[in-house]
């Protein structure tokens, strides 16, 4: 079992950034693939961003790519999305999901999810 706590999320003018974490609790977060999704209002959860176990190898969304960012320190069981130049179009639930140790780009890849925490970035 591995539970997911997000945090981080806020409300940020466009332009701005925010940096989301999601701690993990349970052993097997190190041989873990990570993810971050988003959901917005009215639409389909969409990925964002992933990461593999080791952290060696990244894959994001093409709308967040020069962006966004996301990495890993395995050694506080931890998976961070560091956001800049924020649009409004970026406002949504913010979700962290685990899974095995690649990267997957749907949410079929991934067996645990956070309860997701809420970025608004205001135009």
Do not use: H
């Amino acid at each position: 079992q591995v539970q997911l706590v997000e945090s981080g999320g806020g409300l940020v003018q466009a332009g701005g950034s925010l940096r989301l974490s999601c701690a993990a609790s349970g052993r097997t977060f190190s041989s873990s693939g990570m993810g971050w999704f988003r959901q917005a209002p009215g639409k389909e959860r969409e990925f964002v961003a992933g990461i593999n176990s080791s952290g060696g190898r990244t894959l994001y969304a093409d709308s967040v790519k020069g962006r966004f960012t996301i990495s890993r320190d395995n050694a506080k069981n931890t998976v961070y999305l560091q956001m800049n130049s924020l649009k409004p179009e970026d406002t949504a639930v913010y979700y962290c999901a685990a899974g095995s140790s690649g990267i997957w780009t749907t949410s079929r890849g991934y067996a645990y999810w956070g309860q997701g925490t809420q970025v608004t970035v205001s135009s």
